[in-house]
């Protein structure tokens, strides 16, 4: 095995870690915004109909909940499930890490080159005790 094999199947692990990890963010965001999304959309529902009922004459109340809920719940939906490595790669190389989402992503791929670098620390270390 040469340094391009063993490079490649970094970046493959790479890629696969990235992808798992953004995948499970973003299920959690998405979850996060739609939630939200649905409680303010309910409250400025609920608030507008009593406003109806108690005083006709100001029924706008309720309506800046119900638009901030629907921009919630728009925005949960247009959140992308799929993670881009390639995108990643290239707006990490033009401006670094822009969002949590990519810090926690590259933390979670740098934790795992470093259990394989570790292991391949023990395995040195034993050839080495083998050879003595």
């Given at each position: 095995?040469?340094?391009?094999?063993?490079?490649k199947?970094?970046?493959?692990l790479?890629?696969?870690?990235?992808?798992?990890?953004?995948?499970?963010?973003?299920?959690?965001?998405?979850k996060?915004?739609?939630?939200?999304?649905?409680?303010?959309?309910?409250?400025?529902?609920?608030?507008t109909?009593i406003?109806l009922f108690?005083?006709?004459?100001?029924f706008?109340?309720?309506?800046?909940?119900?638009f901030?809920?629907?921009?919630?719940i728009i925005?949960?939906?247009?959140?992308?499930?799929?993670?881009?490595y390639e995108?990643?790669?290239?707006?990490?190389?033009?401006g670094?890490?822009?969002?949590?989402?990519?810090?926690?992503?590259r933390?979670?791929?740098?934790e795992?080159k470093?259990n394989?670098l570790?292991?391949?620390i023990?395995?040195?270390e034993?050839?080495i005790?083998?050879?003595?």
């Open positions: 095995m040469d340094y391009f094999d063993e490079n199947e970094v970046v493959d790479e890629k696969k870690i990235f992808e798992e990890k953004y995948q499970k963010q973003m299920k959690a965001a998405k996060v915004f739609l939630w939200m999304g649905l409680s303010f959309f309910i409250v400025g529902l609920i608030g109909i406003v108690i005083q006709p004459d100001i706008f109340v309720g309506i800046p909940f119900a901030v809920g629907l921009l919630f925005f949960g939906i247009a959140l992308p499930e799929k993670a881009n995108k990643y790669k290239k707006r990490i190389e033009n670094g890490y822009f969002n949590i989402y990519d810090m926690n992503a933390m979670a791929v740098l795992e470093n394989i570790e292991s391949k023990k395995k040195l034993d050839e005790r083998k050879l003595k």
